[in-house]
């Protein structure tokens, strides 16, 4: 009997002496956790985190993790192993973003849009409403497809058309929408019609200027040529003539695909430079997620 009951409060003195322990190891691995993003030491925290999570697992703990995979510019593996929380609207709202923004950074645009494309408007929480519309916009301005985003503004000015952000920026957008993008297409066949004039039309008037020279001093030189009855030299110059007139066209199409890309970049630029870029750090109480 005496025995018995001396086991039985070993028993449960060990398991008050291993909890307390535990306790003690949880308190300063959490205190390190903190010590090291604010440090930015994102792998290290990543590794801490996983040691924590032996005896901790929660929600907010796992999205914070891959937070930290994502400021360490490991967006693969947030697309491949995170998962959509839905734990709470909150939760959900936060884990989306995270994995939209992970296909933003890795260029996947399209990707990136279809992530929140069903999240209706009327049922976000009013403080987050611009948010989704300034996460949607993004990609959809890099892509240049400015359909949808006259889309986007139409479904969310009616909650939102009194937001001061909300309206620069769907003046912004508008102005973009009627300022246009240079067709590719037509500035090629530009240059197909007069040398140069696609990259002229696309901006670029110099590439222009020696496009249209290098085309019409070749064929020029070579009916200069071929009227002095040096028909073997006039037959080279109008070689280079053709070879150089392809290359006008060819270059007149990427002149105009070059341009749209400096334009969307620039617009992009425009936008983060106004609201900032997605930091997913902000959408979390790091204090929260340990208690």
Request: proline residues 1%; charged residues 25%; neutral net charge.
């Amino acid at each position: 009997m005496i025995r018995g009951i001396s086991f039985f409060l070993f028993l449960l003195i060990s398991i008050n002496l291993f909890a307390d322990k535990n306790k003690n190891f949880n308190k300063n691995e959490i205190k390190f956790i903190k010590e090291l993003y604010r440090s930015e030491r994102y792998f290290d925290c990543i590794a801490e985190i996983g040691k924590l999570q032996f005896t901790e697992r929660n929600s907010e703990l796992e999205y914070f993790k891959y937070i930290n995979y994502y400021l360490a510019e490991q967006y693969s593996t947030v697309i491949f192993n995170y998962k959509v929380d839905l734990s709470s609207d909150e939760m959900r709202y936060n884990s989306l973003f995270l994995i939209s923004g992970s296909y933003f950074k890795k260029g996947m645009y399209h990707e990136s849009c279809e992530i929140l494309k069903d999240i209706e408007y009327n049922k976000l929480p009013k403080d987050l409403v611009f948010t989704m519309f300034l996460r949607r916009v993004e990609p959809l301005t890099l892509l240049g497809d400015s359909a949808n985003i006259k889309d986007e503004i139409y479904k969310s000015e009616l909650l939102i058309s009194d937001d001061l952000n909300f309206v620069k920026l769907r003046e912004a957008l508008e102005l973009y929408n009627k300022a246009g993008l240079k067709s590719k297409e037509c500035s090629a066949i530009m240059s197909a019609i007069i040398p140069g004039s696609g990259q002229i039309y696309s901006g670029y008037y110099i590439d222009g200027i020696i496009s249209f020279l290098s085309v019409a001093a070749c064929a020029a030189g070579g009916l200069y040529m071929y009227e002095k009855g040096h028909k073997g030299v006039s037959y080279t110059l109008f070689f280079f003539s053709g070879l150089f007139y392809g290359g006008n066209i060819y270059s007149a199409y990427n002149a105009a695909e070059k341009g749209n890309y400096k334009t969307l970049q620039d617009r992009y630029k425009s936008i983060t430079s106004q609201y900032g870029q997605y930091n997913p750090g902000e959408y979390i109480d790091i204090e929260r997620v340990f208690y």
